[in-house]
């Protein structure tokens, strides 16, 4: 019997990049993505259910789909793009009602992924240069975000004790580049002004969007229970960062940077979050040996994943968009999952890439 | 806010606490290396004098996997887990898509020559340093070397750093106060010369995993800030933390006698109340601003002639990788260190006939 999956934020970028993966694999029934938002991508048998934020019905969703495999992939990170209440009602209102549909008691659900994000870990100047999984913050939480992801950490630790038959994996992902998606910083590289805090040049590490994909799709395939960090191998200076993408700097003072920041913010100048204004203090390193020893490989370095994302915005400046845009349609999804005019050849995955296990 | 009640650190999932439900697995049959005895492990130690004992997360869980009834894919391609000593031999080398030289610790080899040129002469005409017993300093494998502290701007760390770098040709990581990284421009400069945080994990990856000459101040702050009348008696050597990440790390400890320092720039009179009040370890009206003015006497060091004095290295007869060691046991050594230390000035002040000639 294979696995029945459900995928939640597949409106979002990752959502939909990994319900592409995970319907390629053979030994996967069912892929059943939820999200207020339709896909981004086209897929070919995923199944799209819209839901409000707070996923209030999932609930039902689980249970009548009989659902074993949970990958919890909306947990929002970049508070540039939503309101703080609609935030909160993602994160910890929305992983509350999932886990409470998880732990039912009717539930088949054996294993939940998490993604996670490294801004778990803060960066202050008494951090080490790289977290293990182990150690927590140094200080407490200032932004919205950080307190969120707190709360969100609380609910799936009370979880995974309260439901020792699950295998739960929580991957902290590092800061994410790649040619496809807008995170904090491939926004920050993408304006003609990186911002700095002046006098200040921190370690940063980095991971390429394949390898989150891959990050993700290898916790779906193995039991690994555990929190793992999920980052590139080795970290480099911002001021490096800055010349292999080949932009100059906007410097931001030393104090008052969020006040600057906010100003700019207003501007347009730069769009940062106020929780990276202490990344381009301090920088963040975490160490990624214990998902190598569960048996992840990474394809890409810190510096590969900042590297080919420079290629990328390359491409980009000559050639624009490279993808056609995609555009959900209802009906016609509908029409070829389920019309029984449609003839099994035509649901064979034709350009989906080839899976990677990592 | 908190809905959840929880502090920061309650509410952060423990790697621990989602492996603990888990049962206990038998023994991997691959033939993957011996399996880390339980409770080998240094990762999920915080600052060294708050190490508390946790459930060991990373061994049981991932040998293998846990549900076998999934069907053929997810067991039998999960790679064997390597245990967690690392010893450096499985990182990847600095990559070839980097453009600066800056290492995992900002240290920037580049900066460091430069600092060295511009140092040297007054490491040989203003100090006039010379050692005794370099020998003593492995040439290869990580050692933590200890020394004595002292001047109100601390001149023996550079003296150290410097003498040891040209003499024997191997980088000195100097751990020292957090405070460093906090600061614009000077943070920056500090971290490209060698300067690391003294967190107890990058204490323990420099020594262990990466092999380096690590140079530690185990009075801290005590030493520099006491007063001229106090010269060359040693204050408390901390909590015995640097015993313990020598330890942990398997390296001996090198003690360092230096003599000169404490007459470079000595303490006349300080002011608790002022330090309080700016947040100052300690601020100390210095003999050079009484000579060379309130300004120039916070940088011009009196030509005071260095000694210094390597004693053979110390090595503990203990397994390194422990979560703990016994209280007494880092407390005796890390009295013997200072012993050892406090003698050889004893014995280095009897020789010496002149604070400038030596």
Sequence with gaps: ????????????????????????????????????????????????????????????????????????????????????????????????????????????????????????????????????????????????????????????????????????????????????????????????????????????????????????????????????????????PWSEVRSIVGKRSIPLPPVLTSVAAEGLRALRVIDLPPETLALLRYGRGVDNSRYKRAGFRYRYSSVGAVTAFAEGLRLERTVGERHPAYRYERDVETFFRHSPSVRPAATEPSEGEPERAG | MDETGRGPDEGAVTAADLARPRRVHAPSPEPSGPTAPAGTRLDDAGPVDDVEPVADPGAAPLDEPDEPTRGTVYGSSLVPVRPFTSDGADRPPMDELRVSDVDAWGRSEKLRGLARTLYDPIYRHWFRAEWEGLENVPTEGGALLVANHAAAIPSDAPVIMHGIEKELGRPVYGLAEYLFRALPVMGTLWSRSGGVPAHPDNAYRLLHDDRQLALVFPEGAKGPGKLYRDRYRLRRFGRGGFVQIAMRSGVPVVPIAVVGAEESMPIVWKSPAIARTLGLPYFPVTANQLVFGPVLGLVAYFPAKFRLRVLPPVHFDVPPDQERYSRSRVMDAADDIRNLIQDALYDMLRHRHSVWRG
Excluded at chain 1, 215 to 225: V, Y
């Design chain 1, 1 to 236: 019997m294979g696995m029945r999956v459900l995928i939640t934020g597949l409106g979002t970028f990752w959502g939909s990049r990994l319900a592409q993966q995970v319907e390629a694999l053979d030994d996967v029934d069912v892929v059943i993505g939820v999200d207020t938002t339709e896909p981004r991508l086209p897929m070919e048998r995923t199944e799209f259910v819209r839901t409000d934020s707070s996923y209030s019905i999932l609930n039902r969703i689980v249970s009548a789909a009989g659902i074993d495999t949970i990958l919890h992939t909306h947990l929002i990170v970049d508070s540039t793009r939503q309101t703080g209440r609609t935030l909160h009602e993602i994160n910890v209102i929305g992983t509350m009602n999932l886990l409470a549909a998880a732990g039912a008691p009717d539930s088949m659900v054996r294993k939940l992924v998490v993604k996670s994000s490294t801004l778990a870990y803060g960066a202050t100047y008494q951090d080490p240069y790289f977290f293990r999984e182990s150690m927590g913050r140094v200080r407490g939480p200032r932004t919205r975000v950080e307190r969120s992801l707190l709360e969100t950490a609380g609910l799936v630790r009370d979880f995974a004790l309260d439901n020792p038959h699950v295998v739960v994996t929580k991957l902290r992902f590092s800061n994410v580049l790649g040619g496809d998606l807008g995170t904090v910083f491939s926004r920050a590289l993408r304006l003609p002004f990186v911002p700095e805090v002046l006098g200040f040049d921190p370690p940063m590490q980095f991971v390429h969007e394949d390898d989150v994909i891959g990050a993700l799709l290898f916790a779906t395939r193995h039991e690994i229970p555990g929190i793992f960090n999920v980052g590139g191998d080795g970290t480099l």
